[in-house]
C-alpha cells in the first residue's frame, strides 16, 4: 500500500510517500481501507522528535474514515464492506477516570492512519454517521473526543455558563466551540489571527481576543463580565495557562490538556486556593465518551470544521500548515 512514513525525526520533509506492505490480520481486528486522514498536533510533536516513546520508522495519524475490507480470524464478517469512522484511543481500560497503563494512541507505536489501509481493534471502528462525507467523518475522532471529554466530563459545563477557549484556530478548540454551543454555554475566544476570531464569531462565539497583544487578560475579563468566565478549556500551557488562573472566576474550573506553548513556569499557587479553583487535566476519553461525542456530529445539524483537503501525498504541506497554526478547523488528509 501508499503510506507516509517517517524514517527520521525532523521538518516535514522527513514525511517520505512510498510502498509499506500491510501485515497480517490478528485476532481481533480488522483492516480499514482509508478514504480520508485527518492531522493532530501529536503528529508534529512526533515529527520533530518532541513526544514520549517514539519508535521508527512508523506511519503517522490517529484519524481515519474508510471502508472494512478484510476481518481477522474470529471477527464478524458482515462488517466487510462498511463504512467506519475509528476511534484512536486503544486500550482506555475499565476505570473512567484515568486511561489504563497499557494505553495507546492509534499513530504511534501502531502504525496509522496517514496510508491507503490501516489495522485497528474491531472494537475500535464504528459505523461512519451518513450524514457525515468521508473527509468530515476523519476530522471527527481526537479532536472531538479531547474536546467532549475536557468540556461535559471534566469541566462539566452547564447551560448558560460562559467558557473561554484558549487558540480557537486548534482542531480540538474549534471542536469545543462547537459542543459548548450546542450544550447552551456562552463562549469567548483567543487566538492570534484577527481573521480567526471572525471566524469564531460566525459560528457563535459572543467574543475573542487576540492574545498577541498585551492587555488580553484584561480585555476578555470585561467582555466576560460576572467577575470572569466559570470555565476555560486551555492547550496552549506556558503562560497562557498561568494567565488562565488569573482570569478564571472564583469558584471556577480550568481544563488542561495540552501545552502548546511549552511548560507553565510560575504557577501562581496561592490564586488556586484563595480563588476555590478546580484544575482538571484530560487526555482524549473512553470508547463511551467516543460514541457520544461522534453521535453528536450523526444527525447532520453539526459539522466538523475542515480547514483544508489535501492529497496524502501532500502530508509535507499538510504538517507545514499546521507547524505554522495557519489553519482554522482540521487539516485533512485524502486518500484515493
Ligand atoms: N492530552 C490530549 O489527549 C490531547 C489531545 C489533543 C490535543 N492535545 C494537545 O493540545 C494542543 C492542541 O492540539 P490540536 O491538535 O488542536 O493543535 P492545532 O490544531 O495545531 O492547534 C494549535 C493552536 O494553538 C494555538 N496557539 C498557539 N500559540 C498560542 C498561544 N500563545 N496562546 C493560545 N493559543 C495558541 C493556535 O491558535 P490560533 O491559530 O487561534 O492562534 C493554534 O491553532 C496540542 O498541544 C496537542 O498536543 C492533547
Not at 155 to 183: D, H, M, P, Y
Not at 231 to 253: H, M, N, Q, W, Y
Not at 275 to 292: A, D, P, V, W
Not at 297 to 313: C, E, M, N, R
Amino acid at each position: 500500500m501508499k503510506a507516509i512514513r517517517l524514517h527520521e525525526l525532523g521538518g516535514p520533509e522527513k514525511l517520505t510517500y512510498e510502498d509499506v506492505p500491510l501485515r497480517d490480520l490478528r485476532s481481533g481486528e480488522v483492516a480499514v481501507r482509508l478514504k480520508a486522514a485527518a492531522l493532530n498536533h501529536r503528529d508534529v510533536w512526533i515529527r520533530k522528535g518532541l513526544y514520549a516513546g517514539i519508535k521508527l520508522p512508523v506511519i503517522l495519524g490517529s484519524d481515519g474514515a474508510g471502508v472494512v475490507s478484510a476481518v481477522g480470524p474470529d471477527v464478524d464478517s458482515s462488517l466487510n464492506n462498511r463504512d467506519v469512522v475509528i476511534n484512536p484511543s486503544l486500550g482506555w481500560g475499565t476505570d473512567e477516570k484515568v486511561q489504563s497503563a497499557s494505553f495507546k494512541i492509534l499513530g504511534l507505536p501502531d502504525d496509522g492512519t496517514y496510508a491507503e489501509f490501516v489495522i485497528v481493534p474491531v472494537a475500535n471502528v464504528l459505523p461512519k454517521p451518513t450524514s457525515l462525507s468521508f473527509e468530515e467523518a476523519a476530522a471527527i475522532p481526537l479532536a472531538s473526543l479531547t474536546a467532549y471529554r475536557a468540556l461535559v466530563t471534566r469541566a462539566q459545563i452547564n447551560r448558560g455558563e460562559t467558557v473561554v477557549i484558549t487558540g480557537i484556530g486548534g482542531g480540538v478548540s474549534t471542536f469545543a466551540l462547537l459542543i459548548a454551543r450546542k450544550l447552551g454555554a456562552r463562549v469567548f475566544v483567543t487566538s492570534g489571527s484577527e481573521a480567526k476570531l471572525k471566524r469564531a464569531n460566525d459560528l457563535g462565539a459572543s467574543g475573542g481576543v487576540n492574545y498577541r497583544t498585551g492587555e488580553w487578560v484584561k480585555e476578555l475579563s470585561e467582555m466576560c463580565g460576572n467577575g470572569g468566565p466559570d470555565v476555560i478549556i486551555d492547550s496552549a500551557g506556558g503562560d497562557t495557562f498561568t494567565k488562565a488562573i488569573e482570569l478564571v472566576k472564583p469558584g471556577g474550573r480550568i481544563v488542561t490538556f495540552g501545552a502548546t506553548t511549552g511548560a507553565s513556569k510560575q504557577i501562581e499557587v496561592r490564586r488556586i486556593f484563595w480563588k476555590q479553583l478546580t484544575i482538571c487535566g484530560s487526555t482524549m476519553g473512553t470508547s463511551e465518551e467516543f460514541s457520544r461525542a461522534l453521535a453528536m456530529f450523526s444527525d447532520g445539524t453539526l459539522k466538523p470544521i475542515i480547514d483544508s483537503v489535501h492529497p496524502l501525498a501532500d502530508a509535507q504541506e499538510a504538517h507545514r500548515k499546521m507547524e505554522e497554526a495557519e489553519q482554522f478547523g482540521k487539516i485533512v488528509l485524502q486518500i484515493d
